[in-house]
Structure formats: structure tokens, C-alpha cells
Nanobody, 125 residues
Framework: QVQLVESGGGLVQAGGSLRLSCAAS????????MGWFRQAPGKEREFVAG????????TYADSVKGRFTISRNNAKNTVYLQMNSLKVEDTAVYYC??????????????????WGQGTQVTVSS
């Protein structure tokens, strides 16, 4: 089993920045693909960003491209999501997810095996 714990959420004004962290423990495997998802009230959980196991390849949802950056430090078993130029519509619970395989970065929730408990990000106008 892999445990994922997110941190770094909070309240920020529009235009501001936050950095989310996701620490993995348990049967961690650096050969895993990591992703960030988010879920706003009344909406489906949606893909935000993903990163390959070596951190060489990344992919982003169109809505965050150019504003968010995903990165990872395998020595620390941690993945990050740097969020800049935040908008009110970025308000959601953000979840970290992992799947113990390499290759194409999954974009759908069902392809990830492990999930964190989520961290709330609220962007005020």
C-alpha cells in the first residue's frame, strides 16, 4: 500500500500563488506516475497535472497550462504543484494520486491506484 498526504492548501487572493506538496510513504516506488486532480463543489473530480516517474514528462489540463507547474523529488518521495496566477475558478479540493507504472501519463481518475485525502484551495476575488 502507498499512503499519500497532501499539504499546502489554504486561502489566497486571486492572482496569488500556492505550492502544494504530496508526500508518499509505505510501498513507495519511484517508478510511479503521479498526478494532481481537483474537485469543486457539485462538480466531477478533474485532472489537473501529471508527471512521469523520472519527472521528464509532464502534462496539464488546458485550464491550468502556463500557470501551474508539477514537479517531483524522488529522493524525498514528494510531488509538488506550484500554482501561480490563481483564479477564483481554481477553488477546489486538490488531490494527489499515483499509479505504480511508467508510460503514458493517465488523465482519468480510474487509472490511478492511490489517493490522498485532499487539501482545500480557496481563491477569493
Amino acid at each position: 500500500q502507498v499512503q499519500l498526504v497532501e499539504s499546502g492548501g489554504g486561502l489566497v487572493q486571486a492572482g496569488g500563488s500556492l505550492r502544494l506538496s504530496c508526500a508518499a510513504s509505505g510501498r513507495t516506488n519511484s517508478s510511479s506516475t503521479m498526478g494532481w486532480f481537483r474537485q469543486a463543489p457539485g462538480k466531477e473530480r478533474e485532472f489537473v497535472a501529471g508527471i512521469s516517474w523520472r519527472g521528464i514528462r509532464t502534462t496539464y489540463a488546458d485550464s491550468v497550462k502556463g500557470r501551474f507547474t508539477i514537479s517531483r523529488n524522488n529522493a524525498k518521495n514528494t510531488v509538488y504543484l506550484q500554482m501561480n496566477s490563481l483564479k477564483v475558478e481554481d477553488t477546489a479540493v486538490y488531490y494527489c494520486a499515483s499509479v505504480p507504472r511508467v508510460g503514458v501519463i493517465p488523465l482519468v481518475r480510474s487509472e490511478y491506484d492511490y489517493w490522498g485525502q485532499g487539501t482545500q484551495v480557496t481563491v477569493s476575488s
